[in-house]
């Protein structure tokens, strides 16, 4: 079955350095969705990508779908102490339509 | 305000014991979603419904049941056959299920203790 792989598993930056996490198919996605959740709270959604090559963009954060739609990344300019969390890429393949999550990437920022 | 409810927030019960999760959505979305997570193990789908009266079977259903006998609930039932269900556990919905450019919608969640 379909496998969305998430890395890194951890990543601890001070605060101001940028940060990247990147996510992996096994299949093409039809679209891959961004989930953040905050310690102690629930996922919340960040953006979807659709579109082979998709660039988005939302103030610090830019999103990025692969040209084959079997990649995914998200990365931080600057961070901030506000962008801790986890952050979640899910995605749905051509056939399925269950979404699956990848195993998140926890940030910590430090001052 | 539209969304997702969960209670309580904290659980404990004693090993053995039979324990139901409530789940309640004022969103009018048909498809609803159980999710377990543990620390370093993302999301996992124990079950989900596509419309009342429907559920099916996710990744890591043993040991749990559900019903969904209205559109606004969907209770997940921790059984004591379920051998280790110290978790956090995410309900969620969408609006339809199979489309899959809608985005899950989750609830604040329950943190289950096992004593």
């Known amino acids: 079955g379909q496998q969305v792989m998430q890395i890194p598993q951890y990543q601890h930056v001070q605060e101001g350095e940028d940060f990247t996490t990147y996510c992996n198919s096994s299949t093409t996605l039809s679209n891959i969705q961004w989930y953040k959740q905050r310690p102690g709270g629930h996922p919340v959604f960040l953006i979807q990508l659709v579109k082979s090559g998709e660039v988005k963009k939302q103030k610090r954060l830019t999103f990025q779908f692969g040209e084959a739609k079997k990649n995914s990344s998200l990365h931080i300019t600057a961070t901030q102490t506000t962008d801790v969390g986890t952050y979640f890429c899910a995605g749905n393949s051509n056939s399925g339509y269950a979404l699956n999550f990848g195993k998140g990437t926890s940030l910590l920022v430090t001052p | 305000d539209g969304g997702i409810t969960q209670s309580p927030k904290y659980l404990f019960r004693k090993e053995g014991q039979n324990v139901t999760l409530s789940c309640e959505q004022n969103?009018?979305?048909?498809?609803m979603y159980w999710y377990r997570q543990d620390p370093g193990q993302g999301l996992r789908l124990i079950y989900y419904s596509q419309i009342v009266n429907d559920f099916q079977k996710g990744d890591i259903a043993e040991g749990y049941s559900v019903s969904r006998e209205k559109k606004e609930s969907f209770p997940l039932t921790v059984t004591s056959a379920q051998k280790n269900p110290t978790a956090f556990y995410l309900c969620?919905?969408?609006?339809?299920?199979?489309?899959?450019?809608?985005?899950?919608?989750f609830g604040p969640g329950t943190r289950l203790t096992v004593l």
């Open positions: 969103l009018n979305h048909d498809a």
């Open positions: 969620a919905s969408t609006p339809i299920f199979g489309r899959r450019t809608d985005t899950q919608y």
